[in-house]
Structures are given as C-alpha cells and as structure tokens.
C-alpha cells in the first residue's frame, strides 16, 4: 500500500475485544466498509455501504492515538479491498498485535503470516453456506481460530460434523458462538457440553456490556 494508496472504512474505534481468544482486552478495531456476503444473521450491515477514504498514514496515525497494542482488521469484509494486505504488514511492522476477522469465502493467501486469522465458516442459518471456501483451511496455523456462529439446533450439527469430518480442532482453536438473540448461549453450552466436543464456547461480550450498538 503506497501512500497514495486507500481503504474504505466505516469507522476507528477503541472498545474492549468481545471475541476470540483476546476477548476483554482493550483493542482497536479498524472497520473495513463494503462485503460481497449478507448473511441472515450479520450484525454489521451498516458496513455494507458508505464510508470514508483514508490512505495509510491517516490509519496508522489514527490507530496510535487510540493508544492500545492490539488492532483489530473486520468488517464488513475486509479482505474484499486488496489494499487491506499491505496494511496488515503495516500495522504488524510497527509492533501491534493485529487480528483479522474475516468470513470463511475469501482467499487468505496473501495475509500477512504474522496475523491471527479469526474465520468465520458460514453455517446453514446464515444463507451463505456455499460461499465456504474449505481449501483455505490448509493456510491456517495453530494461532488462528475457526468461528461458527450457531443461530438453532440444525445449525450445530451442521457445526459438530464439519468439526469432526473436517478435523478442525487439530488444526487451530475452533469458537462455537450463539447467534445473538436468536439461540439461547445456555443451551448452546449444554450441547457442547453433552457431546463433549474439543471447542471453545464464547458470547459475544461488547454486546452484553452495550448492546447491539455501533462503534462499541
């Protein structure tokens, strides 16, 4: 990314991290506008359209003034802006810890080896579920993490028999997370807990903490 070079964002923010495995730390998050995806269950859509440019000096000026050592790339879907890359590299040359929260239908070749890769597999409830792109699994280390969200009872057991088919926790951390609003988190716990499955249950924290609100 030249400094000519720029990115769409629909905002800068600094809140605590509500997923993954840095949940409750004080993070960045850098919110990429657009995404070729519209999942039943998205919770971003206002990312869908709009935004600002900004080139890459006025990202990384703005992210330093926030002041934490954990960034955060999402969206939207940020891999959709091929500029994106360069500022992973960015942001990881200056020191940051930098994640980047991505769906399971783009190509994560060019990502920076040094980013946690937090993919999001699309299950049935979604409405997206053929856009998986399951050979870019392989490009994933023990860092990165796997994410099914799960809005109902079909929904896990697509999730349970993809995990063992598939056998995606020898491969990385896999997140099973309740769809908010839509599966009760007590009773996605009590399934994981029956079948005993090698995941790691999570809620959404920010949304417990604020609600389903922008920029928090």
């Not at 004080?26 to 657009?34: I, S, Y």
């Not at 239908?105 to 409830?125: C, G, H, N, Q, Y």
């Not at 993490?145 to 009872?153: E, G, N, P, T, Y």
């Amino acid at each position: 990314m030249t400094k000519e070079s720029r990115l769409k964002l629909t905002e800068i923010f600094r809140s605590l991290q509500g997923e993954a495995d840095t949940v409750g730390i004080p993070t960045v998050f850098v919110r990429l506008t657009g995404c070729p995806l519209r999942c039943h269950y998205c919770d971003t859509a206002y990312a869908f359209h709009g935004g600002q440019w900004w080139t890459l000096p006025e990202i990384l000026a703005r992210v330093a003034e926030l002041e934490v050592r954990h960034v955060c790339v999402t969206g939207g879907e940020p891999l959709a802006q091929a500029a994106v890359h360069e500022l992973l590299a960015a942001l990881c040359d200056v020191g940051y810890r930098v994640s980047l929260e991505t769906s399971g239908a783009m190509s994560l070749e060019r990502v920076d080896p040094r980013v946690v890769k937090v993919v999001d597999i699309k299950t049935p409830a979604s409405g997206e579920e053929s856009r998986n792109r399951y050979d870019e699994l392989a490009r994933l280390d023990q860092k990165d993490l796997l994410k099914f969200v799960i809005a109902d009872r079909t929904d896990y057991e697509w999730s349970r028999e993809q995990l063992k088919a598939r056998a995606l926790s020898e491969r990385c951390t896999v997140l099973f997370s309740p769809s908010h609003q839509q599966l009760k988190a007590g009773d996605l716990a009590d399934w994981i807990l029956e079948d005993r499955l090698p995941v790691r249950f999570q809620i959404q924290l920010h949304k417990y903490l604020w609600g389903d609100v922008p920029g928090r």
